[in-house]
């Protein structure tokens, strides 16, 4: 027996959506998606590897009690540099810094780990959480920045303008995957039948349109998450009709819903 759904039962039925994060991170918002009617495609546009040397990441490790807090500004920095301080032996040390994040995730990732980050107001950028330490901390207070090879500098120049130096330590490096003959197939896809393309990262944002026709990236509905990404986006040509007010993936496939929903 077929079971006929409605509209509001599944408000995203019919729609198909792509989802640009790699497979093991995307799970959770593409079942939130799924479970509204949505079908999820899969084009994870950006790969995520370790950095070419450790030595400067290391090296803060030894000098950790010089510093006044850990800042993070994404999930990745927080799994790449707590794995390289388990390697390292250093996780006790670690564990006693103060830690700042910019947004939901991070903070989670932080949680899971079982610590506590400090208690600031909810910030989505680096700018707003660079400008609330600046607040709370004193000149000379020295901070450990660990990233990825594209952040911003944001933090650094507010913090060190502000007379709190920052050492800035790569710990994870962004990359496009190998283009080969399975996400050329994909894109076609993607090209032929999506109504809406979901994005977490400036980066991610930047290697698809290199892919993407120029058809596709001005047609295609465009969420994101973060007003950095959706600044790229918008400069791409890209159509961005939502900007996640919450960084998490139930919220963000909230906020798809109730855009289709309207």
């Not at 497979?23 to 495609?41: D, H, P, T, Y």
């Not at 079982?114 to 207070?141: C, H, R, W, Y």
């Not at 080969?180 to 349109?209: C, G, L, N, Q, Y």
């Not at 990404?229 to 009709?241: E, L």
Request: net charge negative.
């Amino acid at each position: 027996m077929n079971t006929i759904h409605t509209a509001e039962e599944l408000p995203l039925l019919n729609k198909t959506i792509v989802v640009t994060r790699g497979k093991n991170q995307a799970k959770e918002f593409s079942e939130f998606l799924e479970r509204f009617g949505a079908r999820v495609l899969l084009y994870p546009a950006v790969e995520i590897v370790e950095p070419q040397s450790w030595n400067e990441c290391d090296s803060a490790f030894y000098a950790i009690a010089n510093y006044s807090g850990i800042i993070f500004t994404s999930a990745n920095a927080v799994e790449y540099f707590f794995r390289r301080a388990e390697d390292q032996r250093v996780m006790e040390q670690v564990g006693r810094c103060r830690m700042f994040v910019v947004g939901e995730i991070t903070k989670r990732e932080i949680e899971m780990r079982g610590m506590k980050p400090e208690e600031l107001p909810v910030t989505f950028s680096a700018e707003q959480l660079a400008n609330d330490i600046v607040k709370i901390s004193t000149a000379g207070e020295r901070f450990l920045f660990p990233k990825g090879n594209l952040a911003k500098s944001d933090i650094e120049a507010i913090l060190t303008s502000h007379g709190r130096p920052v050492d800035a330590v790569t710990v994870y490096c962004t990359q496009e995957p190998r283009y080969d003959e399975s996400r050329k197939a994909m894109m076609k896809t993607i090209e032929e039948k999506t109504d809406m393309m979901t994005f977490f990262s400036p980066s991610s944002v930047a290697h698809v349109i290199r892919r993407a026709s120029q058809q596709c990236i001005k047609k295609v509905d465009v969420a994101v998450i973060g007003e950095t990404t959706a600044v790229t986006a918008r400069h791409a040509g890209m159509n961005v009709v939502l900007v996640a007010p919450h960084s998490t993936a139930e919220a963000f496939a909230e906020a798809i819903r109730q855009y289709y929903s309207t």
